[in-house]
């Protein structure tokens, strides 16, 4: 039996968590939100994006999804807890997956954790990773020019490169043996920063962690409903912004170089409330 | 006399306008706006940007100001005549003052045109540089990295001229003479900028072509008033942002390496329509 999935995230990245969990479960229906006109989460508050988050949930929910991803790392971060509390659905960040899976790959303990300079900042990785493995050693880098490179597919491959190396300087030089991308957009630089950070480092990549763990709660969810008689429903793929639908669909595209279907618009502030 | 001077900005980048305008009229007043919770304005849409500087606008002129400079160049280009045609005070944005003074200073009519990438495909510097010199040659490019460069303080000054060479090279071969610095953050890389594309090259910054402006409206303004008897008011500089005012301070200071004075929090949706 088909469910229906929502997703959330800020703009184009959760696009890569939702390209895995379809890789997972391609026979189910998506639902993807991108709060566009108020991208990127990041560099704000706290409340400003609890209540983003609670209202892109209800956005989503009335769309009648069964089980909700926070693709956003930001969102993910902040809001995860109050999300789970407030709707019935199932809620899945990318955050708690990506670290038990990391905290099983490690041998060293010595696991690196890279983001945005506010995902850094937030400790959440960090304060994870050691609920999980409590002698762990943590090493954390703000890369804050790798969504920017990423989103405007700057030509150089060779300053790419340097600014890379640039920033896992301080990681090699610590010999983690495990490296958490602790942002949706890094999955883009894979490549570039396995080369860099060394190919005997183990890259845990949130979108791939988090689409195991949808599949999971997804067998449960089923075994729940097993008894219930539920109307087929239409297998749908649909895409909602809060910002300029054509411009998330270049971005969008750009991004990951496949085509999108329509992308529909949705004004903030008079639907998500 | 002094007067009230409102500004707005989608984030810290108008404070290089604000440094400009204050220089020139330091006994004036000041109030600005940084719409934090929409930063940034450039990736957003036609119609989203016009409501954002609607709102900013009323909140300014609701706080008793005398005139409204739009320092965002995206806001200039897409709500000024909107702004101009709604609001009864004078509105100067950033766009015009500095194309007027590119044209002056160029000999060969060749100019360059630097800016995110929604300035440059928005084609406002190039239409406007036309108006004024029907056969001027503008060659015009998207520096997408600069923002972030600039924001985050990348350490690694070597790359950064990597960056900045990268951008400025078409430039370069187009043999320009002039270089209008089409955003409001790229003052802060004036002298990597002058030392890539040649010291012969004039560089034009908006902010000081913008704050010249402002002082010769106030002349008019001024002019008009000079029969009406007006209570005196005090003096007073004021920061106001949509998101969080610890971050807005931080970056804002971060951004120019001085103190700012407390900033304080309103409410999009709730305070400014």
New interface residues.
Partial sequence: MAISIGMFDSGVGGLTVLREVERLLPDDSFVYFGD????PYG????K?IIRYSIENSIFLIDQGIDLLVVACHTASALSLHKLKSTFSIPVLGVIEPAVQKACTATHSKRIGVIGT?ATIQSNVYQKAIHAHLEHAHVFAQAC??F???I??Q???RE?AR??VR?YLLPLKEHNIDTLLLGCTHYPLLHTLIQEEIGSDVVIVNPATACAEAVAQIKKTLLHLKKEVEEPLRNQRKVFFVS??PV?FKE?GERFFGYPLPDVIHVSP?NSLI
């Fill in positions: 566009t006109a108020h991208c560099p704000k508050g706290d400003t300079r804050p020019l969504v920017p490179l989103e405007e700057f030509g150089n300053i340097l600014i640039e910002d300029d411009r971005t502030t």
